[in-house]
């Protein structure tokens, strides 16, 4: 398998990172690249063909993609790397537009876990989807539109000595304009969307979230370092689409991209981890290669998932909330994510899988487990291994800065992750 180029790589996930602004867009974008690399796009409530082809389903957020090769039999496995599409935001409220000192606000609602200090006084945007009276779903993105505003020190002077603390509801609606700009009637949505040419009385539901507008960007010595939105998780999310787009034709399994939504907020919806999406495409492609129950369970005994999501590196301004035995370092390369409790589902197995996989794709990668005294998060990995018994491994890129709307990740890593995932694909 050849090497990826690392400037083409990062400087294309930069691309499909600013394409990705929700989880909608980010689903959308893997199909489009898909449908252009010739897999077919597939109707969830129609017949699917039986013949090897590739193909994707976009469910929602949710987006699966395979290879379904030539040679593939009832009892065939399947190489699946599972990742997820939404990230820590905010999103917006039913009514939301409110008028306080003559300055407009939007109302919004804290979405999964965000660090929303780094959110304040960054150009934002709203994204996401609407759905209109005549059935149709519309993706949207306003651009630069909205802003959370810091108070001034001179405000709150003990803020760098005592700390600062933000209530979700009072501090963190961001701002869109003046009262006396507004024409007539006009409210946020109806503002949003005319760059969509929507009219905001057609509107019969909406999924719009906020989205930091700054572009990715490299920096620091050699460029080493990357800095964007949204990477926990879409550096695996690409990585997987990368690996897809490569994947052979002639492989002894059928490769599988899935990348769920909803993650953030625990996965348990119609296209997370925890709902059906991943085990409704394997039970109807399975169904399609001649497999009954028992071929099915035979092939899911004999298949592999790669949970990917972001890790954590070693803080260095805050060393002490590592486990002191095991340092992941930004350019160590990719995470072996393991945890006694289950919160990962990588065991003694699923690590030798890896490890042989990264060896093969001739990329370093390192352990992480957390300090005792710090609960790790969790991901889809064990989710997914107990909804299908099918064997997990978690892994996925360090970074600093999770959570934030501007994450920072090694140049080195995000490669790294690409070519072990394509490697997960290609072997044996």
């Known amino acids: ?70 040679g593939a039999g009832a009892a065939t496995p399947f190489r699946i790397l599972g990742a997820h599409t939404d990230s820590p935001s905010f999103k917006l409220k039913p009514n939301p537009t409110s008028n306080s000192e003559g300055v407009l606000q939007a109302g919004v609602e804290v979405y999964g876990g965000p660090l929303i200090n780094s959110w304040l006084d960054r150009e934002l945007e709203l994204a996401g989807r609407v759905a209109t009276a005549d059935g149709a779903t519309h993706l949207v993105r306003t651009g630069p539109m909205l802003r959370i505003p810091q108070l001034a020190i001179h405000l709150d002077r003990e803020v760098n000595s005592k700390g600062l603390t933000l209530d979700k509801q009072r501090h963190t609606q961001p701002i869109w304009g ?37 572009a990715p960007a490299r920096f620091g010595l050699a460029d080493a370092f990357f800095a964007a939105g949204r990477m926990d998780n879409l550096s695996s999310v690409y990585a997987g689409l990368v690996a897809l787009l490569a994947a052979p034709d002639d492989a002894a399994h059928v490769s599988v991209l899935a990348a769920f939504d909803h993650e953030e907020l625990g996965s348990e919806s119609r296209s997370g981890a925890s709902g059906p999406v991943l085990e409704d495409v394997l039970v109807r492609v399975s169904a399609a290669l001649g497999a009954g129950e028992i071929e099915r369970r035979r092939a899911f005994a004999d298949s592999w998932i790669l949970s990917s999501d972001a890790g954590h590196a070693v803080h260095p301004n805050y060393s002490e909330r590592h486990d002191p035995g095991n340092r992941p370092v930004l350019g160590g390369g990719p995470l072996l994510k393991l945890n006694a409790s289950q919160r990962y589902a990588s065991d003694a197995i699923g690590s030798a899988l890896w490890r042989d996989v990264c060896r093969r794709a001739g990329v370093p990668t390192q352990a992480f487990v957390s300090n005792n005294s710090i609960p790790c998060g969790s991901t889809i990995g064990p989710l997914a291994a107990t909804r299908l018994g099918i064997r997990t491994v978690d892994v996925g890129v360090p970074l600093l800065s999770m959570h934030s709307a501007r994450e920072l990740a090694h140049v080195d890593d995000l490669a790294a992750l690409g070519a072990a995932v394509s490697e997960f694909f290609a072997s044996a």
Not at 7 to 12: E, G, L, M
């Open 178 to 214: 003046s009262a006396g700009d507004l024409d007539g009637d006009a409210d946020l949505l109806a503002v949003a969307l005319r760059g969509a040419g929507i009219a905001s009385d057609d509107v019969e539901g909406h999924d719009l979230l906020l989205a930091d507008t700054q």
């Open 1 to 70: 398998m050849p090497a990826l180029d690392t400037d083409v790589y990062i400087a294309d996930l930069a691309a499909f990172i600013q394409a990705s602004p929700t989880s909608y867009h980010a689903a959308a974008e893997v199909a489009r690249r898909l449908e252009e690399a010739g897999f077919e796009r597939l109707d969830e409530t129609a017949e699917w063909p039986a013949t090897p082809g590739r193909r994707v389903i976009v469910r929602d957020g949710a987006v699966i993609a395979w290879v379904q090769t030539a």
